[in-house]
């Protein structure tokens, strides 16, 4: 069984589906390449690969690990030996690199190497916070050293982490830095309201803090923030159900929108008067809104004039640049402990409040503040030649449908000459083709157990790459592919009890389960996701006696943006991108929404009713596309009101999705 990650780190195949954002991982050093310089710079590269045990046991994961290359000095590269060692990436960035996932450094990204001949003392980047106790503990347990693990999970062996150059003296043995000597240890500084205390004769307390912004109140040079985590703290002030709060929504010229002159929760003392000073300042006043989780850092705790505890932020005197909010999305943070717990409270508190019939906290949709004149400027300036664009006008609209009705027409005169559709690409090559019909085979399932007994799968978790093309799609109308949905911050801290889904690769319906009837008009929290499926038809080639295999295959989510590059929205009220959706889908699929339309206006599109794979199968078109090469996922998903315990087989629905696939 792996052990517990860290609090704040992801495992390596979760890190790998956050594109674009930073994330904190640890994994085992497999593969490694010199440190180079590059050209005509001063800088260093080195590249490795990383990989944990979630990374071993994913079906979906492809190669060794995730690939991570660094660009920086060369006295400030990860100290990594060789293959072995174990490496503590904190703040590094997954990117895109020709098609690949990797994870890139970034300014503020730090790292710690542990090397099991070194007796895994840590080697980390000068001025770096040494790790955490848990942190290292995970290190050296996924390194190899559990009876090191063990001796400090029982304290006798110090967290402390020398920076490097770590060179042992003659005077004391290399393990001399694991002796507990000192009993001021680094202690956390992540703190709970409810755990605040004013410091008395002339100490300084600083503390790290996580919680919902509830008011935003700029006032010139700095802003005062007001921020809760549902604890209470009888030294923050009292807000009594029904009071105004302090202060004055908005600023003080009017140029930010008001909504309510109310506090608008939570009640009693729970929330704490944050002033905000600097750049700090600024990034809150642009970039925050009402109801945002926020993690702060270095928050100056002190007595206010009227004996109450308040905060106050201002830039690190060492690191100005260095930004100390940071905005929190409970979908992209939510292996976070703290911030689960946060909205653990939160939950709590609502109800709560519902029982003394009191209003609840609500996120009220604010508008986003003015950008400055600068980042308008800069925002066109990285806009891109595939957003100014023109759609292909009628005329080259009919040379392309010639073109491609011509391609398709040798295609079925040889059907061992069938070329792949060089438009549509994917992101791992390592996967080989397999015919559609060697997976569709009921033998295909069928397995051995080591006592030789043989037994027949429902599915099976597996990635493939297939050659298919698109014979018809639903929904109908091109409009009805992106589908609204309501986003819920209580959706990312469910029991792993109540997941117990077959396959990873099926999305959450928790947050479709109550949609109401009049979804068109909520603003807040709506988001879009794609949600269509497509009938695929086997295009490798075929004995001229055997049919073609078909098969659903559904598209959904992040699948959705990657395929047709594309962040899905309301198409009915954006033209232009229902208008750039139709040209990327006319490369994947050709006329074939044309024939649709014509063939539709001829018959009744519910004749099938509502079950999805009559709509499909049974509306044949005579279509002409062009093949292309793909991946696919397979999984599975419990078949509704059955419950034939005798035959696990009849329990399951065996399907498959689109992943990995891009329209260029």
Sequence with gaps: MAPALPVGFVDLPRAHGLWEQKVNIIGIVVDIFAPSKTRGRTDWMVTFTLQDSYWRESPHMSGEGLSCRFFTQ???LPLIKSTGDVVVLQNIKIKEWNGVRIALST??????????????????????RPLSKDQLSYAIQIGGGEDLAALMAQDTISTRTPAVPLKPTNSSPPTSAWVNTSQNQHREKFSLLQDLYLPSGGQLCFKDLMGEVRKIYPDGSKTQLYVTDYTSNKKLYDYSHGCDGEGRE????????TSSSKWPGPWGKMTLQITVWGSQSYFVNSKVNVGDYVSLQNVHIKCSPYGLIEGALRDDPKFPEKLLVVCLQPRIHAPDERLKNLLKRRKVYESTARRHRHAIPKDEPTTRHKRPIQDAEEEK??????????PMNKKQRKKEKRKQKKLAEQQSANPENISSNSHVTTNNVDIPCTPLSTILDPS??????????????PFDNCCYRLKIRVIDFLPDHLEDLCQPYIESDYDYISSDSDSGSSSSSSSSSSSYSALPNDIDSITHNKRWEWRFAL????????PKTSNKERIILYVAQGDGDYLLNMEAEDLRRKPQALTQLREKLFVLWGDLEEQKRERDR????????????MKLTQRPLEVKSRAFECLVKEFGIRKRGVSDEKDPTKLWERRFRLYGTRIM
């Excluded at 908005?250 to 929108?257: N, R």
């Excluded at 295909?444 to 799968?457: I, N, Q």
């Excluded at 001829?602 to 794979?613: I, N």
Aim: charged share 25%; proline share 8%.
């Design 74 to 76: 060369e006295n400030c």
């Design 602 to 613: 001829e018959q009744d599109p519910a004749a099938a009713g509502d079950d999805l794979g």
């Design 535 to 542: 009938l695929v038809e086997d295009a490798t080639p075929q």
């Design 444 to 457: 295909f399932l069928l397995g051995t157990t080591p006592k030789g007994t043989e037994f027949s799968a």
């Design 381 to 390: 300036e990285n806009i891109t030649v595939e957003e100014i664009q023109k």
């Design 107 to 128: 300014r503020g990204t730090l790292w710690h190497v542990l090397s099991r001949e070194e007796k895994f003392i840590p080697k980390s980047l000068p001025n770096t």
């Design 250 to 257: 908005g600023d003080q010229f009017s140029y930010i929108p």
